[in-house]
C-alpha cells in the first residue's frame, strides 16, 4: 500500500519505517528540512536500539523515502497518518492541536482520489470530528474518511512494540476503510494482536485511558512503597504478590523515582482537562497527577536524610538521568527536580548518563557530566541510581569508589543477586 506518514517524531517515524519493512511504499513527511536531510543521510534524530538499521534498510530498497513537500506525499498515498506532536498548551493542561489541524488544511488542498487520513498522534476524544470538519470544508465527504488509530509503542522498545503490539485499535465506522486498515495490520494480526474496530472516539479515548491507567498503577505502587518503607515490608514482594493475580497484572508495577517522559505526564493532565470540558471529573487521574508531582519532593527528603541532613559540599553521584532506559530522553525525567534542588542546597553533582551530556544542567552550579561511570562514582558520599540502565545492574561500587562509608540509593532496585550485602546499613533501596 501507498502510505505517508506527516511528521517524523518518535510515532511517525518509527510506525513508517516499520511499515515499509512491512513491504509497504512509506513516504515520511517533516517540516524540518534539515531533518529530512539528515534522514536521507542515515542520521537518525532520536535515540531509538534497532532504528538506525531500519531506517538504512528500507530506504536503499526505496521502499521509504524522506520529503518535505507534503502536498506531493499526499497526492501519492492511498493512506496519510498524521503523526505531528500534541504537547501541553501554555499555562493550560490542555493538548495544543494546532499543529493537527494545521495539517488537516494541508490534506485538505490536496485531496483528488479517495484518501484515508489516519490520526496516530495522542488527541482528546472528538478532535477527528474537528479533523473531518475542516476537511470537508473543502472536499465532499465521500473522497475521504478520517480515523483514529492510536499507537501504544513505548520509547526505548518502539519497534518491538510495534512489531507485537498486544492490540491495533481502529476507530471508525466505514467498513471499507475498516477492511482496508485490517488488511494493512494483517502481518501483526497474523503473530497474534487482537484487532479492535470501535467507534472514532472510543479509539481516542482508549489512547488516553490506557496511558492514564498505566500512570496510575505506577503511581499506586509507588504510594505503596512509602508505606513499605514504614512498615519493613519488601514492595518488590507487594508487586509480585499483587501481579500474579491475573486480574491485576504484574507489569507497570515497578516503584520508583516519578514517572516522567514525554507521555504520561501530558496526556493524564490532557484527560482531565477533557473531562472537565465535558463536565466530568476524574478525581483518581487528578490524585495520580499530584501523587506523582509530590515524589520527587519525597525522594529528596529521604536524600537528605540518608546525608543526614548535610548536603553542602557532598558529593553525589547520579548514574543515570533520562526518565526511563533506553532512551536520550529527559522530558519531564525527575532528575530535572533532583539536580538542581541538590545543586541549589550546596551538593556538588557529577552524573553519568549511557546518552552522554544533557543541555538541562548546563547553568547549574556544581553540575558535572562524568565521561565514565568509574569518574562520576569515584570520591562520592552518596550514589544515585536514578535511571535502570543495563550498565549499572553488575557495578562493584567498593572498587569504583575510593571513598569509605559512601551511600547507595537505588531508586529502581536494580541491585540485587548478591551484589549488594544483607542487611548493608549503607544501601537504600525504593520501598524496602
Ligand atoms: C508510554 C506507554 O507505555 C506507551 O504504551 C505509549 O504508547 C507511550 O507512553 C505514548 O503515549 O506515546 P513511554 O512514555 O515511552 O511509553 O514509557 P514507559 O515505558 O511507559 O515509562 C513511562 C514512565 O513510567 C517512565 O518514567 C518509567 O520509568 C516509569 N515506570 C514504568 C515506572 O516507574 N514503573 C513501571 O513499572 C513502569
Same mark, same amino acid.
Given at each position: 500500500m501507498k502510505l505517508c506518514m506527516i511528521g517524523t517524531g518518535y510515532v511517525g517515524l518509527v510506525s513508517g519505517v516499520c511499515f515499509a519493512d512491512l513491504g509497504n511504499d512509506v513516504i515520511c513527511v517533516d517540516k524540518d528540512n534539515d531533518k529530512i536531510t539528515k534522514l536521507k543521510e542515515g542520521i537518525i534524530p532520536i535515540y531509538e536500539p534497532g532504528l538506525e538499521e531500519l531506517v538504512k534498510k528500507n530506504y536503499k530498497l526505496k521502499r521509504l523515502s524522506f520529503t518535505s513537500n507534503i502536498s506531493d506525499a499526499v497526492k501519492k498515498s492511498n493512506i496519510i497518518f498524521i503523526c505531528v506532536g500534541t504537547p501541553t498548551k501554555k499555562n493550560s493542561n490542555?493538548? !495544543?492541536?494546532s499543529q493537527i489541524f494545521k495539517v488537516a488544511k494541508e490534506i485538505s488542498k490536496n485531496i483528488k482520489s479517495f484518501k484515508i487520513i489516519i490520526n496516530k *498522534?495522542?488527541?482528546?476524544?472528538t478532535t477527528g470530528d474537528e479533523v473531518e470538519k475542516i476537511i470537508s470544508k473543502k472536499i465532499n465527504k465521500k473522497l475521504f474518511s478520517v480515523v483514529s488509530n492510536p499507537e501504544f509503542l513505548r520509547e526505548g522498545e518502539a519497534i518491538r512494540d510495534f512489531i507485537y503490539p498486544d492490540r491495533v485499535v481502529i476507530g471508525t465506522s466505514n467498513k471499507k476503510t475498516n477492511k482496508v486498515l485490517k488488511s494493512l495490520y494483517s502481518p501483526l494480526i497474523s503473530k497474534g494482536a487482537k484487532y479492535i474496530n470501535t467507534s472514532r472516539r472510543g479509539a481516542e479515548l482508549i489512547k488516553y485511558a490506557s496511558n492514564a491507567f498505566l500512570a496510575t498503577k505506577i503511581s499506586f505502587i509507588n504510594e505503596l512503597a512509602n508505606l513499605c518503607e514504614k512498615t519493613d515490608v519488601n514492595v518488590e514482594d507487594i508487586s509480585i504478590g499483587m501481579g500474579l493475580d491475573k486480574r491485576i497484572g504484574g507489569r507497570f508495577l515497578r516503584a520508583g523515582p516519578a514517572y516522567g517522559g514525554s507521555c504520561f505526564p501530558k496526556d493524564t493532565r490532557a484527560i482531565v482537562d477533557t473531562g472537565s470540558k465535558f463536565k466530568t471529573d476524574l478525581s483518581i487521574i487528578k490524585a495520580v497527577i499530584k501523587s506523582n508531582k509530590d515524589r520527587s519532593k519525597l525522594l529528596l527528603n529521604r536524600v537528605s536524610k540518608i546525608l543526614k541532613n548535610k548536603i553542602r559540599n557532598k558529593k553525589i553521584c547520579f548514574l543515570g538521568v533520562t526518565f #526511563?532506559?533506553?532512551?536520550d530522553d529527559m522530558r519531564e525525567s525527575s532528575s530535572i527536580k533532583m539536580i538542581p534542588y541538590l545543586s541549589k542546597k550546596g551538593a556538588k553533582i557529577t552524573y553519568f548518563d549511557p546518552t552522554g551530556y544533557k543541555?538541562?544542567? #548546563?547553568?547549574? /552550579?556544581?553540575v558535572y557530566n562524568a565521561k565514565t561511570i568509574k569518574e562520576a562514582c569515584n570520591d562520592s558520599d552518596l550514589i544515585i541510581i536514578h535511571t535502570e540502565w543495563n !550498565?549499572? #545492574? *553488575?557495578?562493584n561500587f567498593e572498587k569504583l569508589? /575510593? #571513598? /569509605?562509608?559512601f551511600f547507595i540509593y537505588d531508586m529502581r532496585n536494580i541491585l540485587q543477586n548478591g551484589k549488594i550485602k544483607k542487611n548493608n546499613k549503607r544501601y537504600f533501596g525504593i520501598g524496602k
Open positions: 490542555a493538548a !495544543d492541536l *498522534s495522542t488527541v482528546p476524544v #526511563k532506559a533506553n532512551t543541555k538541562e544542567f #548546563k547553568n547549574f /552550579k556544581n !550498565d549499572f #545492574k *553488575s557495578l569508589n /575510593k #571513598k /569509605k562509608n
